[in-house]
């Protein structure tokens, strides 16, 4: 990476994380080959055990991060037992991650319901034919279900499943990691503060 790149991802003077994670994310748009909105979604299970997947982030404001999942699900499952969950970005093509935890809340029915309609009608039937994290006996199961949903909601609209909905996580912090030569890396935490505002604090690497 040349001094210019360098010198273009100095991050270290925003203010608020927001807007930071949004010219990041512009940034990954352009250079990331597929999905630049994958994120590790990480959950803990009934038995304390770590679980980390995959997800596509859907939406974020200062409200905070939002993606959605069949609550049925074991990440489902797992954030309503404890709601709470953490997320990593990482950018490989940009040599950048960022790290967002804190408690998690259900998104209103209204923003459910806009993000479920906006999806391919195929997704939407596969809301209603996939039993997600479930034993699925054969292939040829889950296509039989895609069959019989598809013909029940043949015309018409295809309504949101009641147990198909979304998660926002309201950080309590997020990171910001930019690599840098010999491994002395950028690290900058931004921590909601008591004024509403944000604390910004500079990590060792």
């Known amino acids: 990476m040349s001094d210019a790149e360098l010198k273009k991802g100095d991050f270290t003077e925003h203010a608020e994380p927001f807007r930071l994670f949004a010219e990041w994310l512009a940034d990954a748009e352009k250079s990331e080959p597929n999905d630049p909105n994958a994120v590790a979604l990480a959950t803990v299970d009934s038995d304390g055990l770590p679980?980390?997947?995959?997800?596509?982030?859907?939406?974020?404001?200062?409200?905070?991060?939002?993606?959605?999942?069949?609550?049925?699900?074991?990440?489902?499952?797992?954030?309503?037992?404890?709601?709470?969950?953490?997320?990593c970005f990482h950018w490989k093509s940009l040599r950048r991650q960022v790290r967002v935890r804190g408690p998690v809340e259900v998104v209103s029915d209204a923003e459910a319901d806009t993000y479920y309609a906006s999806r391919p009608r195929g997704s939407?039937?596969?809301a209603w034919a996939s039993k997600q994290s479930r034993p699925l006996e054969s292939r040829f199961a889950l296509e039989k279900a895609v069959a019989e949903y598809t013909a029940r909601?043949?015309?018409?609209?295809?309504?949101?499943?009641?147990?198909?909905?979304g998660f926002r996580i309201k950080p309590q912090s997020i990171e910001f990691w930019h690599d840098r030569?010999?491994?002395?890396?950028?690290?900058?935490?931004?921590?909601?503060?008591?004024?509403?505002g944000w604390d910004k604090t500079r990590l060792y690497p």
């Open 124 to 126: 939407r039937i596969g």
């Open 51 to 87: 679980d980390v997947r995959m997800v596509l982030l859907k939406g974020f404001d200062e409200a905070g991060f939002v993606f959605y999942t069949n609550f049925e699900s074991a990440k489902g499952r797992e954030i309503l037992a404890s709601m709470k969950a953490a997320m």
């Open 181 to 196: 030569p010999f491994r002395l890396h950028d690290r900058i935490v931004f921590s909601p503060n008591a004024s509403g």
């Open 153 to 165: 909601y043949a015309v018409g609209d295809i309504p949101r499943p009641p147990h198909w909905s």
